[in-house]
């Protein structure tokens, strides 16, 4: 990949891009972001070729694949198992996550993201009857699509986020989850080996995860820190039904046989799976039945 970022023209930070595809909310290829606690420099993120992430997933390298495949499989598996259902997919950059969500589970799926050129491409690839990828402008207009979802996915996207910028997702996601309604949501695991990929990454891919990835959670910290980010976490959403971690070791077994490696990630089924060091956490969390003061209905 070219390196695509570059400062904005007036110098000031854009709104945060929540990707899904294979792009910023995908640890293993993500669009540069500014540092934490730093001065870094802004990004255009409108530089990131259209469609690119979901061409990694289709055809790219089978490790990048495996690693991209494997985590949407394992949201699919978190979603409840209902018919006609709706499910709305925050950041979801080229819409290739969606693509993956069959119509009799979900018959109403919308995805929202900041960058339009990849929402342009994600409806004119994955749009139809059921499915419609929609552009806001920033984060704080989650509030404003006037419908509520029963479940909704945040893939790799909360480690990109500042503090300000965690609270307003949480209070769009709040807002637009039905109570009883399901919130699934990965990042990275930074009890696990991702600090040394991370690192080693920053070392030899146009990419710098140091710059990216600003508000860092492990598997033993998740739930206290969402808490402290967003301190009504709890007013909202009271059960948290299942916390694992993904991506252990079969990714990286994706550069010997893809199909092999595709196969053993699904020996164990990760309703059993309980270790803590995988690289990325999965969580999945129930909206209950408080209404947000100045919600929208």
Known sequence: MENTVKKTADGARPETSTTNGVGPHASAEAAPRAGEGT???????????KG????????????RRLWHMSKFDRVLDYLPERPNQSILDIGCFAGTFLSLVPEHRFSRQLGVDILPEQI??????????????????????LSSLHERFDCITLIEVIEHLRPDEIRALFDGIVDRLKPGGKLVLTTPNYASAWPAIEMILNKVSDVSYEEQHITRFSFFNMERKLAELYPDFHLYFNKVDFKTTT???TPFLAGLSFDV???????????????PFGNLILMVVTRGPTVRDGAEA
């Open 261 to 275: 490696a595709r196969g053993l990630s699904r020996v164990v089924p990760h309703q059993k799976w309980r270790h």
């Open 247 to 249: 991506h252990f070791v």
């Open 120 to 141: 342009a491409y994600a409806n004119a690839t994955y749009g139809s009857k059921f499915r419609e990828f929609r552009h806001l402008a920033r984060i704080s207009e």
């Open 52 to 63: 690119y992430y979901d061409a990694v997933l289709r055809n790219g390298n089978p490790i």
């Open 39 to 49: 001065a870094a420099p802004d990004f255009d993120y409108d530089g990131i070729p």
